[in-house]
Structures are given as C-alpha cells and as structure tokens.
C-alpha cells in the first residue's frame, strides 16, 4: 500500500496517519493531504468591538 500524497510506499513501524476520508499517508504528508483535499471554506474578515465578525466583500476561500 502506497501513500495517497506522495505515491510512496509505507515501512512498517513507521507512523501512518488514516484520515476520515479513508486515505493513508505519512506522518510528514498529511498536512498536505489536508490542505489539498479538505481544506474548509472560510470568510475573511474582520472583528469590531462588539465581538460581531464582519466579512470583507467577496473575498472567500476556495474549497
Ligand atoms: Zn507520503
Ligand atoms: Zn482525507
């Protein structure tokens, strides 16, 4: 079985991160795996004084 980041093989012993989606990748390729796959969509923007989130126009993650 290979990882599903970087294609290659896993060594046994070796740590191997099983994400919800059901894929295996290394300890060091999972943030990748993350970011490419499920990276959320999110709003950037701005917080006032009263603690009420204000978004900036149009401006949206991809994801
Ligand atoms: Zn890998
Ligand atoms: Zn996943």
Redesign the pocket.
Known sequence: MN?S??G?PFHGGRVVFRCNCGVL??A??WEKHIIESHTPPFTLGTITRDDVFRPKESVQGVG
Do not use: D, K
Request: aromatic share 0%; with cysteine; net charge neutral.
């Open positions: 990882c980041v970087c290659n990748t290394h060091q390729c």
